[in-house]
């Protein structure tokens, strides 16, 4: 809950710094998407900054699951599975892994958080995590099953 919290806020950050120009004393710290996500479906359609705020979102997530959660992932699989206490092999090996494996599963990465993500940012905050915490549940059942054992 605390990395999903700072990563959204991270994201609305980068929208705000970034593409709304504003410097860090112009920036709104409690807004964090909060009207955006209330409008009816509609409304939302029609709010451009908040569209690209939530593209925005959308990329850094999709930046950071590809980027930085699957090779964590393949890191520590290797952990795991490598039978060896040194961590550089586990390094090697899941790095090893995660470039072998990374045209597949980047595709794999946006089919489904793609998607889900727009959703995900666009429905009220008291909604969020609890729908992001049922794709995240699928998302990990699909990659234990994709890439289980030692694949």
């Known amino acids: 809950m605390i990395i999903a919290t700072l990563k959204t806020s991270a994201a609305d950050l980068v929208t705000q710094c970034v593409i709304e120009r504003k410097?860090?004393?112009?920036?709104?710290?409690?807004?964090?998407?909060?009207?955006?996500?209330?409008q009816p479906w509609a409304a939302k359609l029609r709010d451009g900054p908040g569209l690209m705020a939530l593209g925005a979102?959308?990329?850094?997530?999709?930046?950071?699951?590809?980027?930085?959660?699957?090779?964590?992932?393949y890191v520590f699989?290797?952990?795991?599975?490598?039978?060896?206490?040194?961590?550089?092999?586990w390094a090697s090996t899941g790095i090893g892994n995660y470039t072998k494996n990374?045209?597949?599963?980047?595709?794999?990465?946006?089919r489904v958080w793609g998607p889900a993500d727009l959703v995900c940012?666009?429905?009220?905050?008291?909604?969020?995590?609890?729908?992001?915490?049922?794709?995240?549940f699928v998302w990990t059942a699909y990659l234990s099953f994709a890439r289980g054992a030692n694949k």
């Open 77 to 89: 699989k290797a952990g795991v599975f490598s039978g060896s206490l040194d961590p550089t092999v």
């Open 23 to 38: 410097s860090l004393k112009e920036v709104d710290w409690k807004r964090n998407m909060e009207k955006f996500t209330t």
């Open 102 to 110: 990374i045209s597949k599963d980047a595709y794999d990465v946006f």
């Open 57 to 73: 979102q959308t990329a850094l997530d999709l930046g950071m699951l590809t980027c930085v959660y699957l090779p964590t992932f």
């Open 121 to 136: 940012f666009s429905v009220p905050l008291w909604l969020r995590l609890p729908v992001r915490h049922v794709v995240s």
